[in-house]
């Protein structure tokens, strides 16, 4: 069984920056590619960042292109977002993922089968 779980969250400034990190259980995270989502109160659940299996490439929901990093650490079954100059919108419950499913888009909650519990973080104006 897959657990992963998030740590990392908090409240913070406009402007201010956050690491959250997801650590996952089990021998083959270095086999899968990771993602990250979030979901505001009210909204659905919106893809963020995405690293594949190897770290050659990375992706990014457009609203946070150039304020957020996403990247891994095979060693340490770890994957993890930084985030820049943090807004008000960023906040949100911020969840980690794996994919079990390559077809489809890394974009779409569906090709996830294992998620955390959530790390809530909130950036007040």
């Known amino acids: 069984q897959v657990q992963l779980v998030e740590s990392g969250g908090g409240l913070v400034q406009a402007g201010g920056s956050l690491r959250l990190s997801c650590a996952a259980s089990?021998?083959?995270?270095?086999?899968?590619?990771m993602g990250w989502f979030r979901q505001a109160p009210g909204k659905e659940r919106e893809f963020v960042a995405y690293i594949p299996q190897s770290t050659g490439s990375t992706y990014y929901a457009n609203s946070v292109k150039g304020r957020f990093t996403i990247s891994r650490d095979n060693a340490k079954n770890t994957v993890y977002l930084q985030m820049n100059s943090l807004k008000p919108e960023d906040t949100a419950v911020y969840y980690c993922?794996?994919?079990?499913?390559?077809?489809?888009?890394?974009?779409?909650?569906?090709?996830?089968?294992?998620w955390g519990q959530g790390t809530q973080v909130t950036v007040s104006s």
């Open positions: 993922a794996r994919r079990t499913t390559y077809t489809g888009s890394y974009y779409y909650t569906t090709t996830y089968g294992y």
């Open positions: 089990g021998r083959t995270f270095s086999s899968y590619g």
